[in-house]
């Protein structure tokens, strides 16, 4: 649970930053973000598939 966890973690982090980034409050706040939107996007994707094989191997 704790990889699972981390992973809707960074998927809520990736979705505020896309968020902010995409409706042009700043330019700056907007490139950053939008570099932390596809960080946190590919994280959520890795430690999910992580999560979901380590669960496999338990069950």
């Known amino acids: 649970m704790g990889l699972l966890k981390w992973a809707?973690?960074?998927?809520l982090i990736s979705l505020v930053a896309g968020a902010f980034g995409y409706t042009g409050l700043a330019?700056?706040?907007g490139q950053i973000s939008k570099i932390l939107f596809f960080l946190?996007?590919?994280?959520?994707?890795v430690i999910?598939?992580?999560a979901l094989t380590a669960g496999e191997i338990i069950f």
Do not use: D, E, S
Not at 8 to 11: A, E, F, T, V
Not at 40 to 45: E, G, M, P, T
């Open 8 to 11: 809707l973690i960074c998927l």
């Open 27 to 29: 330019r700056g706040a």
């Open 40 to 45: 946190f996007l590919v994280l959520f994707v």
């Open 48 to 50: 999910l598939i992580l």
